[in-house]
């Protein structure tokens, strides 16, 4: 069932993924040869009788793909990608992502909706015995969170997440207090440790947000998913940075063993694992998207680069350079998957 449930997800994001290269490329002119779900052997398969792309359903839930004319050899033809002007090939192919953030933002809204009795705010309520936080010229209750360090926080979602990771330093605070906003400089969490990584820990707790509007709770939501892809980002930051260890990375398999725990430890609550299932499913959406977006070889963001780079100079990329260097980064991503998907292998059997 677990195996299922991944399956599930994995196999609706890339299809939303996929759609949204479809459906632009479509809306360019552009002739989609095949549009195509998983990879390897085909299973099931199609052919549309008025446009004649072949839909396509295969063995491996590994991946997709669509197949545009044109897309990996110059054509002359007016519906080839090729032959698309630079503002519409960049639209094609970012379209895939930007499904995906738009997805993770509905899914978003669906559980903000799903818990409005139980929307966290950014006002101190109280604080839990042991805090640090309220030391001398520290947080007081009634204090409202505006900012950690540099970053402005609207949900208590956000607060948390930021004091979680910028908190295993003292963190500056910018409060609003009687209708001020004042800073307060060296606020000091206190910390814990997880696989040898430093976090901060909130040592508080904050007000509800009482009958929240329908204007409050796309507000809300729309903080939360922007908070999702700063994670997304801070996660890939710290990974070079050498904060994270590769080890942190995860694979579907992985994502299907997180599965599996969260299931069985949720005593089987049928909401509970809704908006595990939802949840799960907006974070690896967002993820997607983002990291889709990376200016990197054989990623859509390194072939918007090179769009973007014609674009500027008016000079093409040469075929044969182009498909060198996507291949180049298909391999490194490969040889990245293979360890990752063997790390989370080696883990199931350590369990």
Not at 33 to 46: A, C, D, N, T, Y
Not at 86 to 110: P, S
Request: with cysteine; net charge neutral.
């Amino acid at each position: 069932m677990y195996i299922i449930v991944a399956i599930l997800i994995f196999g609706i994001l890339i299809m939303i993924h996929e759609f949204g290269h479809f459906a632009i490329a479509r809306a360019c002119g552009v002739y989609i040869e095949e549009f195509s779900i998983g990879m390897g052997p085909k299973l099931l398969q199609r052919k549309g009788k008025k446009h004649g792309t072949l839909f396509s359903l295969r063995a491996l839930p590994i991946g997709g793909y669509v197949s545009m004319k044109g897309e990996n050899e110059a054509e002359d033809a007016p519906d080839s990608f090729s032959a698309k002007r630079v503002w519409q090939r960049m639209a094609i192919v970012v379209a895939g992502a930007a499904m995906n953030l738009i997805l993770g933002f509905i899914i978003v809204f669906v559980i903000v909706c799903m818990s409005r009795d139980q929307l966290a705010s950014t006002t101190i309520h109280s604080f839990l015995e042991g805090a640090t936080s309220n030391a001398a010229d520290g947080l007081q209750a009634e204090d409202t969170v505006i900012k950690v360090n540099n970053v402005s926080v609207y949900t208590g979602e956000e607060l948390i997440y930021e004091i979680v990771n910028q908190g295993s330093e003292p963190v500056r605070l910018v409060v609003v207090r009687d209708g001020e906003k004042i800073v307060l400089d060296q606020v000091t969490f206190p910390t814990f440790e997880e696989n040898g990584i430093t976090f901060g820990d909130y040592d508080f707790k904050v007000y509800a947000v009482k009958d929240p509007t329908f204007g409050q709770l796309l507000r809300i939501s729309w903080h939360r998913s922007l908070s999702l892809v700063k994670m997304v980002w801070d996660s890939l930051i710290n990974l070079i940075t050498g904060r994270y260890a590769l080890t942190s990375l995860s694979s579907p398999v992985g994502v299907t063993s997180a599965v599996k725990d969260t299931i069985q430890s949720s005593g089987w609550d049928a909401e509970q694992i809704l908006r595990y299932v939802l949840h799960i499913t907006a974070v690896i959406s967002i993820n997607l998207g983002v990291f889709n977006l990376i200016p990197f070889p054989a990623l859509d963001g390194g072939r918007f680069a090179l769009l973007a780079f014609e674009g500027i100079t008016r000079k093409k990329v040469p075929q044969d350079m182009e498909g060198k260097i996507n291949f180049a980064g298909i391999v490194l991503l490969m040889i990245l998957m293979v360890f990752v998907v063997g790390k989370d292998i080696v883990m199931l059997f350590l369990k």
